[in-house]
């Protein structure tokens, strides 16, 4: 087994200095401290569950105090994105270099056997899904000043990965558990980059489809096209979110009311759109602001990618540099289209297989289904879908 001692001025143990190749990747990461396993273990007390504060398909999160008394979210990857140790640290070089305000700062890491763990900062106010969409579980006032700054800092979050790092990364999983909160509520999108850690055969667009049905676009769900776009759809969903106080899903209201999408939109045709805005806040928000927001979201939402617009014109309509097109909004995709899939009867080696579980999402998410659709057609198209319950 190879292991890497805790380093910070490029220390490798002597074994490790056997391969070159390796020892020079690890002299060119700046920016990242490198952690042992047995360090990572003591901090989570032995990776106890007691500790262990989310799990989704990345791997799961667990809350440790480090040894110089710094708390952190430490990440154990799955075995899936158990890559070679070049690899893989040529990819954290690369997520610790990204560095902007609505973006977790990655901290760490270890590399030790096929241990892959990942050190973030850990965030006292968790994420959105665990506090304004936790069903009232947290004591947060999220007032409508607080909520229109976080709809602009994920919005800015999004564009710098979509549009300034390069090359550009698509987040994949932009949804309420992956936004989480600093102690003056400023959001941190978090998990992006991680796609790129699991092996490419598992992730290229054709084969592999990762995210949470609510959140996920048609054209992505379905078919496995992987685009910004994506990304900006799964943003629009979210901005209902915030502004509503609701889960996208909740399967215990009357039919019309499940998918908050579908209520938008029928609410917009209707021209009351201020009936989404949540009702805790006892009418005290901004109702043009409120109007606009979620007429953003359905211009995100939009069924055609190519009419959605570019995170960087989204921030410019969020924040009022620009007019929201409202001629332009056309009728969003529906979660319903999605789960109205019909799976046909099993016809020899070109049928579709449809299998579920229960299954944790990811770090702070509720429990939720875990549905998994492989095809054994010319498309060879497979692909993964987590399915939020409201709590």
């Known amino acids: 087994m190879t292991c890497f001692p805790l380093l910070f001025r490029k220390k490798v143990s002597s074994e490790a200095r056997r391969d070159p190749e390796i020892d020079e990747e690890l002299s060119g990461l700046q920016n990242v401290r490198i952690f042992t396993y047995k360090e990572l273990r003591n901090a989570c007390g032995n990776f106890s569950s007691a500790n262990k504060i989310g799990e989704g398909g990345f791997g799961s999160v667990y809350k440790g105090l480090l040894r110089d008394g710094k708390v952190a979210a430490i990440k154990v990857l799955s075995a899936e994105s158990r890559q070679g140790v070049r690899e893989f640290l040529t990819e954290i070089n690369v997520i610790s270099e990204i560095e902007h305000e609505n973006l977790v700062k990655l901290y760490g890491c270890c590399v030790e056997g096929d241990q892959r763990i990942l050190v973030y900062n850990y965030l006292e106010n968790n994420s959105l899904a665990q506090t304004l969409l936790g069903g009232g579980y947290s004591d947060i006032q999220f007032n409508w000043r ?29 949804k309420a558990s992956n936004i989480l909160l600093d102690e003056d509520l400023i959001p941190k999108i978090s998990d992006f980059g991680l796609a790129k850690l699991i092996p490419s055969h598992l992730t290229h667009v054709s084969t592999r489809v990762a995210g949470t049905i609510g959140y996920l676009a048609p054209e992505y769900a379905i078919r496995g096209q992987l685009t910004r776009k994506a990304d ?4 629009g969903v979210l901005l209902v979110e915030i502004v509503s106080g609701r889960c996208n899903t909740n399967a215990r209201l009357p039919i019309g009311e499940q998918y908050i999408l579908e209520k938008t939109w029928e609410l917009y045709e209707q021209g009351e759109l201020v009936g989404m805005v949540d009702i805790s806040l006892n009418g005290f928000f901004d109702a043009e602001e409120a109007c606009r927001i979620l007429k953003i979201a359905l211009l995100c939402t939009q069924d055609n990618p190519k009419l959605r617009p570019s995170m960087s014109s989204v921030v410019k309509m969020l924040s009022g540099e620009i007019d929201v097109g409202e001629s332009k ?27 579920s579980s229960r299954s944790a999402s990811s770090a702070s998410d509720s429990q939720g289904n875990t549905l998994s659709f492989a095809a054994s057609s010319a498309a060879n198209t497979t692909f993964t879908v987590q399915y939020d319950q409201s709590t």
Do not use: W
């Open 232 to 235: 900006i759809y799964s943003f």
């Open 329 to 355: 909004i056309t009728k969003p995709s529906m979660i319903s289209d999605i789960m109205d899939l019909k799976v046909k009867e099993q016809k020899g080696n070109d049928d579709m297989k449809i299998s």
């Open 146 to 174: 607080t909520r229109s700054r976080i709809c602009i800092g994920v919005a800015r979050g999004l564009a710098f990965l979509h549009e300034e790092v390069r090359p550009h990364i698509v987040h994949r999983d932009i």
